[in-house]
Protein backbone atom coordinates (compact mmCIF):
# COMPACT_ATOMS: atom_id res chain seq x y z
CA UNK A 1 0.00 0.00 0.00
CA UNK A 2 0.58 3.29 -1.17
CA UNK A 3 2.04 5.71 1.84
CA UNK A 4 0.40 9.11 1.01
CA UNK A 5 2.96 12.22 1.56
CA UNK A 6 2.71 14.25 4.51
CA UNK A 7 1.34 17.50 3.96
CA UNK A 8 2.20 21.16 5.80
CA UNK A 9 0.39 22.59 7.83
CA UNK A 10 -2.81 24.69 6.87
CA UNK A 11 -0.99 28.23 7.47
CA UNK A 12 2.25 27.42 6.27
CA UNK A 13 3.74 29.14 3.24
CA UNK A 14 2.58 27.47 -0.57
CA UNK A 15 6.51 27.15 -0.90
CA UNK A 16 6.57 25.23 2.26
CA UNK A 17 3.15 23.53 1.06
CA UNK A 18 4.69 22.49 -2.11
CA UNK A 19 8.23 21.14 -1.30
CA UNK A 20 6.03 18.73 1.69
CA UNK A 21 3.13 17.67 -0.71
CA UNK A 22 6.09 16.39 -3.62
CA UNK A 23 7.80 14.85 -1.04
CA UNK A 24 11.07 17.33 -1.11
CA UNK A 25 11.18 18.18 2.49
CA UNK A 26 9.48 16.69 5.56
CA UNK A 27 6.18 18.00 7.56
CA UNK A 28 7.34 19.65 10.81
CA UNK A 29 4.95 20.77 13.26
CA UNK A 30 5.41 24.07 14.70
CA UNK A 31 5.96 23.65 18.40
CA UNK A 32 7.70 26.77 19.08
CA UNK A 33 6.62 30.36 20.06
CA UNK A 34 7.04 32.49 17.03
CA UNK A 35 8.45 34.93 19.13
CA UNK A 36 11.09 32.96 20.56
CA UNK A 37 12.26 31.53 17.47
CA UNK A 38 12.72 35.09 15.85
CA UNK A 39 14.80 35.80 19.26
CA UNK A 40 16.88 32.77 18.45
CA UNK A 41 18.03 34.04 15.03
CA UNK A 42 18.48 37.69 16.04
CA UNK A 43 22.37 38.43 17.59
CA UNK A 44 22.59 41.22 19.94
CA UNK A 45 23.54 44.09 17.64
CA UNK A 46 20.29 43.13 15.18
CA UNK A 47 18.28 43.36 18.77
CA UNK A 48 19.47 46.38 19.84
CA UNK A 49 18.53 47.62 16.27
CA UNK A 50 14.53 46.36 16.67
CA UNK A 51 14.55 46.97 20.47
CA UNK A 52 14.96 50.77 19.28
CA UNK A 53 12.67 50.50 16.46
CA UNK A 54 9.58 49.23 18.75
CA UNK A 55 10.49 51.33 21.37
CA UNK A 56 11.65 54.90 20.30
CA UNK A 57 13.62 57.40 22.89
CA UNK A 58 11.49 59.84 21.57
CA UNK A 59 7.95 58.92 20.23
CA UNK A 60 6.39 61.03 17.31
CA UNK A 61 3.98 62.56 18.20
CA UNK A 62 0.06 61.65 16.78
CA UNK A 63 -1.16 63.66 13.79
CA UNK A 64 -4.80 63.37 13.83
CA UNK A 65 -4.72 66.41 10.97
CA UNK A 66 -1.88 65.26 9.20
CA UNK A 67 -3.26 64.35 5.68
CA UNK A 68 -3.91 60.92 4.31
CA UNK A 69 -3.42 59.56 0.98
CA UNK A 70 -5.59 59.93 -1.28
CA UNK A 71 -7.62 56.88 -1.97
CA UNK A 72 -6.74 57.03 -5.97
CA UNK A 73 -3.25 57.27 -5.04
CA UNK A 74 -3.82 53.52 -3.01
CA UNK A 75 -5.59 52.43 -5.86
CA UNK A 76 -2.52 53.14 -8.06
CA UNK A 77 -0.31 51.38 -5.94
CA UNK A 78 -2.63 48.54 -5.74
CA UNK A 79 -2.60 48.15 -9.71
CA UNK A 80 1.10 48.85 -9.89
CA UNK A 81 1.54 45.70 -7.17
CA UNK A 82 -0.58 43.53 -9.53
CA UNK A 83 1.16 44.72 -12.51
CA UNK A 84 4.54 43.82 -11.16
CA UNK A 85 3.30 40.58 -9.67
CA UNK A 86 1.78 39.59 -13.07
CA UNK A 87 5.36 40.28 -14.89
CA UNK A 88 7.40 38.09 -12.39
CA UNK A 89 4.49 35.50 -13.03
CA UNK A 90 5.11 35.72 -16.60
CA UNK A 91 8.93 36.29 -16.56
CA UNK A 92 8.92 32.31 -14.56
CA UNK A 93 6.60 31.10 -17.50
CA UNK A 94 7.32 32.06 -20.38
CA UNK A 95 9.74 34.62 -20.06
CA UNK A 96 9.77 38.52 -19.09
CA UNK A 97 7.62 40.28 -21.12
CA UNK A 98 8.44 43.34 -23.55
CA UNK A 99 8.55 46.89 -21.94
CA UNK A 100 8.28 45.50 -18.42
CA UNK A 101 12.57 46.06 -17.91
CA UNK A 102 13.42 42.66 -16.54
CA UNK A 103 15.77 40.62 -18.74
CA UNK A 104 14.58 37.53 -19.93
CA UNK A 105 15.52 34.04 -18.85
CA UNK A 106 15.21 31.25 -21.02
CA UNK A 107 15.03 27.56 -19.21
CA UNK A 108 17.60 25.29 -20.80
CA UNK A 109 17.50 23.30 -23.68
CA UNK A 110 15.45 20.51 -23.99
CA UNK A 111 18.34 18.30 -24.95
CA UNK A 112 20.68 17.13 -22.32
CA UNK A 113 24.11 16.04 -23.95
CA UNK A 114 25.26 12.73 -24.92
CA UNK A 115 27.14 11.28 -22.46
CA UNK A 116 25.32 12.86 -19.80
CA UNK A 117 28.54 14.38 -17.27
CA UNK A 118 26.47 14.18 -13.84
CA UNK A 119 29.27 16.39 -12.29
CA UNK A 120 27.64 19.04 -14.67
CA UNK A 121 24.31 18.36 -15.95
CA UNK A 122 22.23 20.38 -13.64
CA UNK A 123 24.68 23.27 -13.68
CA UNK A 124 22.26 25.16 -16.61
CA UNK A 125 18.81 24.53 -14.64
CA UNK A 126 21.10 25.99 -11.57
CA UNK A 127 21.39 29.05 -13.03
CA UNK A 128 18.18 29.46 -14.37
CA UNK A 129 16.48 29.11 -10.99
CA UNK A 130 19.42 31.39 -9.32
CA UNK A 131 18.50 33.82 -11.80
CA UNK A 132 14.81 33.91 -11.23
CA UNK A 133 15.86 34.40 -7.61
CA UNK A 134 17.90 37.28 -7.66
CA UNK A 135 15.28 39.31 -10.26
CA UNK A 136 12.57 38.61 -7.58
CA UNK A 137 14.60 39.52 -4.84
CA UNK A 138 15.60 42.66 -6.62
CA UNK A 139 12.49 43.41 -8.22
CA UNK A 140 10.09 42.95 -5.13
CA UNK A 141 12.72 45.21 -2.55
CA UNK A 142 11.90 48.08 -4.81
CA UNK A 143 8.48 47.49 -4.99
CA UNK A 144 8.43 47.11 -1.07
CA UNK A 145 10.25 50.11 -0.67
CA UNK A 146 7.79 52.55 -2.86
CA UNK A 147 4.69 50.74 -0.51
CA UNK A 148 6.61 52.00 2.61
CA UNK A 149 7.48 55.17 1.38
CA UNK A 150 4.26 55.93 1.41
CA UNK A 151 3.58 54.51 4.67
CA UNK A 152 6.25 56.85 5.86
CA UNK A 153 3.60 59.84 5.10
CA UNK A 154 1.10 58.57 7.06
CA UNK A 155 0.24 58.99 11.04
CA UNK A 156 2.67 58.09 13.40
CA UNK A 157 1.12 54.26 13.41
CA UNK A 158 1.85 53.66 10.13
CA UNK A 159 5.47 55.62 10.24
CA UNK A 160 6.40 53.00 13.02
CA UNK A 161 5.21 50.46 10.82
CA UNK A 162 7.52 51.34 7.80
CA UNK A 163 10.54 51.75 10.24
CA UNK A 164 9.41 48.31 11.40
CA UNK A 165 9.05 46.75 7.93
CA UNK A 166 12.88 48.31 6.87
CA UNK A 167 14.52 46.86 9.82
CA UNK A 168 12.86 43.77 9.82
CA UNK A 169 13.96 43.30 5.67
CA UNK A 170 17.19 43.89 6.77
CA UNK A 171 17.57 41.90 9.84
CA UNK A 172 16.13 38.93 7.68
CA UNK A 173 17.72 39.49 3.95
CA UNK A 174 20.85 37.40 4.49
CA UNK A 175 19.00 34.24 6.38
CA UNK A 176 16.43 34.40 4.00
CA UNK A 177 18.60 33.99 1.20
CA UNK A 178 20.23 31.31 2.58
CA UNK A 179 17.08 29.19 2.94
CA UNK A 180 16.03 30.31 -0.20
CA UNK A 181 19.37 29.17 -2.01
CA UNK A 182 18.97 25.78 -0.44
CA UNK A 183 15.65 25.24 -2.57
CA UNK A 184 17.72 24.40 -6.01
CA UNK A 185 19.54 21.84 -4.26
CA UNK A 186 16.48 19.72 -3.62
CA UNK A 187 15.68 20.45 -7.26
CA UNK A 188 18.98 18.83 -8.06
CA UNK A 189 18.61 15.57 -5.69
CA UNK A 190 15.62 15.19 -7.68
CA UNK A 191 17.04 16.23 -11.09
CA UNK A 192 20.32 13.50 -9.94
CA UNK A 193 17.61 10.63 -9.39
CA UNK A 194 15.73 10.88 -12.36
CA UNK A 195 18.97 11.23 -14.56
CA UNK A 196 20.26 8.32 -12.84
CA UNK A 197 17.53 6.18 -14.04
CA UNK A 198 17.43 8.01 -17.32
CA UNK A 199 20.91 6.56 -17.83
CA UNK A 200 20.05 3.00 -16.20
CA UNK A 201 17.04 2.97 -19.01
CA UNK A 202 19.68 3.31 -22.06
CA UNK A 203 22.31 1.58 -20.85
CA UNK A 204 19.04 -1.57 -20.44
CA UNK A 205 17.99 -0.40 -23.98
CA UNK A 206 21.57 -0.75 -25.43
CA UNK A 207 22.18 -4.49 -23.53
CA UNK A 208 18.59 -5.63 -25.53
CA UNK A 209 20.29 -4.59 -28.90
CA UNK A 210 23.29 -5.82 -28.67
CA UNK A 211 21.76 -9.23 -27.96
CA UNK A 212 19.58 -9.09 -31.11
CA UNK A 213 16.40 -8.36 -29.65
CA UNK A 214 16.09 -5.03 -31.32
CA UNK A 215 12.71 -5.97 -33.25
CA UNK A 216 10.96 -7.47 -30.40
CA UNK A 217 11.61 -4.69 -27.76
CA UNK A 218 11.50 -1.44 -30.01
CA UNK A 219 9.61 -0.14 -27.98
CA UNK A 220 10.92 -0.66 -24.88
CA UNK A 221 14.11 1.31 -26.60
CA UNK A 222 14.04 4.98 -24.36
CA UNK A 223 14.05 7.74 -26.98
CA UNK A 224 17.06 10.11 -27.17
CA UNK A 225 14.93 12.69 -25.61
CA UNK A 226 14.92 14.32 -22.33
CA UNK A 227 10.63 13.97 -21.82
CA UNK A 228 11.56 12.74 -18.39
CA UNK A 229 13.34 15.96 -17.52
CA UNK A 230 9.89 17.93 -18.37
CA UNK A 231 8.16 17.24 -15.01
CA UNK A 232 11.18 18.78 -13.12
CA UNK A 233 11.09 21.82 -14.88
CA UNK A 234 7.69 22.38 -14.79
CA UNK A 235 8.08 21.49 -10.74
CA UNK A 236 11.34 24.49 -10.60
CA UNK A 237 8.75 27.26 -12.34
CA UNK A 238 5.35 25.50 -9.43
CA UNK A 239 8.26 25.95 -7.01
CA UNK A 240 9.14 29.50 -8.31
CA UNK A 241 5.43 30.90 -8.57
CA UNK A 242 5.20 29.48 -4.68
CA UNK A 243 8.55 31.64 -3.87
CA UNK A 244 7.19 34.44 -5.90
CA UNK A 245 4.13 34.17 -3.58
CA UNK A 246 5.85 34.35 -0.14
CA UNK A 247 8.67 36.94 -1.11
CA UNK A 248 5.46 39.32 -1.68
CA UNK A 249 3.67 38.40 1.51
CA UNK A 250 5.48 41.53 3.33
CA UNK A 251 4.94 44.36 0.66
CA UNK A 252 0.48 42.94 0.75
CA UNK A 253 0.93 43.39 4.42
CA UNK A 254 1.99 46.96 4.18
CA UNK A 255 -0.38 47.88 1.16
CA UNK A 256 -3.21 46.44 3.33
CA UNK A 257 -2.49 49.25 5.97
CA UNK A 258 -2.42 51.35 3.43
CA UNK A 259 -5.90 50.07 2.15
CA UNK A 260 -6.78 50.61 6.06
CA UNK A 261 -5.53 53.84 6.67
CA UNK A 262 -6.91 55.52 3.97
CA UNK A 263 -10.93 56.47 3.88
Known amino acids: MTR ?20 MVSAVQISEDIGQKLGDWLHFRQAIALH ?12 PHKPRLPATTV ?3 SRHVDKVRAQLEESILQGAPSGSGLARIDMPPAELEEPVDLKTAFEPDRRFYAAHQRQMETTLHTLRSQIRSQLGKGSSAMQQLAALDAAFENILAEREAALLSKV ?11 VKAHIKNLSEASSLVSAGDASSDRDSVPAQTTAWLWPLRQAMRSAL ?14 L ?8
Open 4 to 23: SLPRAHFNSSRLLRFLTENG
Open 52 to 63: GVLNPESPVEPT
Open 75 to 77: QAL
Open 184 to 194: AKLHEKRFMQA
Open 241 to 254: LAELDMRLQPTLGL
Open 256 to 263: EALKQETP
